[in-house]
């Protein structure tokens, strides 16, 4: 079976057809799947999610994006949130200087304090990461959850190996997305073929980063298995061998997500 850490299938172009989308994802193995929020408006309606559908996970927490009008008030929400049973990381939460829609400093004081609510609550985190990975890593270093046992996951990883490298030296996993399977890769590819496999989770990011089978289209669960296949490749591994392996970190960092009140077959 799969786990896809990172899906937005709370997103409205999933509206005409979600259960068909779940039915695909289950018919592909993939039997969990975690939906992380955007803001606070957004945790509610990936909370009314994961009541609807057993293998709906959620993480609560405000993107980078969503930060501009940041007040420290915003974490009392999160943290309420957070105590819904079906919550499983604070996020997604970080940096983004690419679509900078966010002053620098907002974004920071956001992320610090929002690392510093998932130490509180015992919870991994996970981390988006656009442009910013100097910075990123700081912030991480600098938090409470940096050398725990299970902190987080830099999702979408698409950088350079020194980063992953002091990422996973704090004890953080790697996610990994449709991205390695494009043709002009290579260079991603050769840093995941590196990557430590007890650390190496599997996420679509979808509706977005279709794999290159599906490339233009929309992204959904089931497909994390062509991202599952490619690391297998890279890793000289069967793709069921492969699955085991990330289903076992994603269970490791984010908790067994065996409590579905219906339609749990394990
Ligand atoms: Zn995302």
Redo the contacts with the bound molecule.
């Keep these: 079976m799969l786990i896809d850490t990172?899906?937005?299938l709370d997103f409205d172009r999933f509206d005409e057809d979600r259960d068909a989308v779940l039915q695909r994802a289950t018919a592909a193995s993939v039997e969990r799947i975690i939906v992380?929020a955007?803001d606070l408006e957004n945790c509610a309606q990936v909370l009314a999610l994961a009541d609807h559908y057993a293998e709906v996970y959620a993480a609560v927490g405000v993107?980078p994006n969503s930060t501009v009008m940041w007040e420290s008030t915003w974490l009392d929400s999160v943290r309420l949130f957070a105590a819904h049973p079906k919550v499983v990381a604070v996020g997604?939460i970080g940096l983004d200087y690419y679509w900078d829609d966010s002053p620098k400093e907002v974004q920071h004081e956001a992320l610090a304090a929002q690392l510093e609510l998932a130490a509180e609550l015992e919870l991994p985190v996970?981390i988006?990461n656009r442009d910013a990975s100097e910075d990123v890593l700081r912030l991480l270093a600098e938090s409470p959850l940096a050398g725990r046992e299970r902190p987080g996951v830099l999702?979408?990883f698409s950088t350079e190996s020194a980063v992953a490298e002091a990422a996973l030296k704090m004890g953080f996993y790697i996610g990994i997305t449709g991205p390695v399977t494009f043709k002009k890769a290579d260079d991603l590819r050769a840093v995941v073929a590196k990557l430590p496999l007890d650390r190496i989770l599997v996420e679509t990011?979808a509706p977005?980063l279709a794999p290159q089978q599906r490339r233009g289209k929309r992204n959904e669960p089931a497909y994390v298995a062509y991202v599952a296949e490619q690391i297998a490749a890279l890793h000289g591994l069967s793709s069921e061998e492969l699955a085991r392996i990330t289903t076992r970190n994603a269970r490791r960092l984010f908790g067994s997500m065996a409590t579905g009140e219906e339609g749990d077959n394990e």
């Design positions: 990172h899906c937005h992380p955007l993107h997604e996970i988006h999702h979408s990011d977005f």
